[in-house]
């Protein structure tokens, strides 16, 4: 929105709302009428599509047993690559390229064993040194797995602020001794997306496989997975997806690479029509299911059927219109109202850049994070000094943000905050 068009008026917002094309979602979702919930980049509500989804696959075990394998509202078998077709526009992939399966460190673990490939002086990872723990954790040890020392295999590209990463420095850093990229499509921390299309293309065309970690991008940000060549991708589905807690992941392999055997070999990876011949020989899926390994987490799927059918009634490009509109209004109140309180958007301010959540730094943040909760507002603390707030498309409201806003400054103006220790819950 254009800065003569901004207003800091409750009345302001209400417009919005009543000109916001995605509105009937939001009736969707079990929303506390005492509370604002801002945590969705870090877990999604659960909605009454997601339930029934739930529910019925529960009927399915109870009615069928075992034959709920094959029988019911949503067959257990094929639910993986149901999922996955789902999941396929929101990523701008082919349905044959995505699969439900696994976890996002354990699909990591997966797609490292299958795509890092060292040979003569090509031995290195290169990832980002602003990057979720749990990816390098697992890039580390698949270094070690590998006979290598992480120390000197495991580069990570540095930041020039300690907020954002410069696709020039990770271009810079795709040295000939590199034999694998993973880098994340949207810092968890700043909420910078990167260059995915430039930075594929120039890991293609210095031979370098390329792969992403979409976890704090999928279900808030279009993507062009296939189109841009990028060789794989994985991701959670419990944060802008609303999977719930635990929900399987996420993962998706460019169909370039159909028929490469799986680096962690699992018989939920074989062709459907031969997995129950009992062979010792695997005849991988000629697709991303291939990469599956063991038996699905049903109902730990099963809330998706009914979560992804909303995304694909409001389409990822009004979700990603109001996402930016949201956020773009979160900091405009932030500059107009809590001036003078030493607050630092750390986000993009360019819509491009931006993704699905504005983190607001302060030295007081996890005092001023459990003021918040006091005052009715779920926000997410991030340590040092990071409150992160993640105003959701689909059952967020402009009204909300600005009433986050106006707590936050009551909040900062009788210091409200100083009622509490400045230390991270154990969940933060």
């Given at each position: ?15 919005m ?21 801002m ?11 997601a ?8 009927s ?15 067959p ?5 690559e ?7 526009p ?18 990591l ?14 031995t290195k990872?290169?990832?980002?040194e ?32 300690g ?8 271009i ?5 001794d ?12 700043s ?10 293309e ?23 997975f296939?189109e ?8 959670c589905?419990?944060k ?6 635990g ?12 028929g ?15 997995q ?32 992804l059918e909303?995304?694909?009634?409001a ?9 930016l509109g ?5 900091m ?9 309180f ?15 959540h504005?983190s ?5 943040a996890?005092?001023?994070c459990?003021?918040l ?8 603390f991030?340590a040092?000094?990071?409150?992160r ?12 943000v600005?009433?986050?806003?106006r ?8 210091k ?8 991270r819950?154990?969940?933060?």
């Amino acid at each position: 929105m254009e800065a003569s068009s901004f207003r800091s008026t409750r009345e302001y917002a209400e417009r919005m709302d009543q000109a916001d094309s995605l509105s009937r979602f939001r009736a969707e979702f079990y929303l506390k009428s005492d509370s604002i919930y801002m945590d969705g980049n870090s877990l999604g509500l659960l909605s009454k599509r997601a339930e029934h989804a739930l529910m019925e696959t529960l009927s399915d075990w109870r009615e069928h047993g075992i034959d709920g394998w094959m029988q019911g509202n949503h067959p257990w078998f094929t639910m993986s690559e149901q999922v996955g077709e789902m999941l396929a526009p929101l990523v701008g992939a082919s349905p044959e390229e995505v699969i439900a399966t696994g976890s996002t460190t354990v699909n990591l673990h997966q797609l490292v064993s299958s795509f890092y490939k060292p040979e003569g002086i090509r031995t290195k990872i290169l990832a980002d040194e602003l990057t979720f723990p749990s990816d390098i954790y697992a890039l580390q040890s698949q270094l070690r797995a590998r006979g290598c020392d992480p120390d000197t295999h495991l580069i990570r590209v540095k930041s020039r602020d300690g907020r954002f990463l410069e696709e020039d420095d990770i271009i810079e850093a795709m040295t000939e001794d590199v034999a694998l990229i993973v880098l994340p499509t949207v810092l968890y921390r700043s909420g910078q997306i990167l260059d995915m299309k430039r930075l594929t293309e120039e890991a293609r065309r210095k031979g370098i496989p390329i792969g992403f970690d979409g976890c704090h991008s999928v279900g808030a940000v279009p993507h062009a997975f296939s189109e841009w060549g990028v060789d794989f991708a994985y991701w959670c589905n419990y944060k802008h997806l609303n999977g719930g807690p635990g929900s399987v992941g996420g993962l998706y392999v460019n169909r370039s690479h159909f028929g490469t055997l799986p680096g962690l070999a699992g018989w939920f990876g074989s062709k459907k029509e031969k997995q129950f011949d009992m062979a010792h020989t695997l005849e991988p899926a000629e697709s991303a299911g291939a990469f599956q390994i063991g038996t699905p987490h049903v109902l730990s799927l099963a809330p998706l059927l009914g979560s992804l059918e909303m995304f694909a009634e409001a389409g990822i490009e009004s979700i990603r219109r109001k996402s930016l509109g949201l956020t773009e209004y979160l900091m405009a109140l932030i500059d107009s109202e809590l001036d003078g309180f030493g607050f630092f958007i750390g986000s993009p301010r360019d819509d491009v850049r931006r993704g699905g959540h504005v983190s607001l730094e302060h030295p007081e943040a996890a005092r001023i994070c459990k003021a918040l909760k006091q005052n009715g507002v779920i926000p997410d603390f991030r340590a040092p000094n990071i409150i992160r707030l993640a105003p959701v498309a689909l059952y967020s409201t402009y009204a909300e943000v600005w009433e986050v806003v106006r707590i936050l400054k009551d909040i900062m103006a009788e210091k409200q905050y100083e009622r509490f220790s400045n230390e991270r819950e154990v969940v933060a």
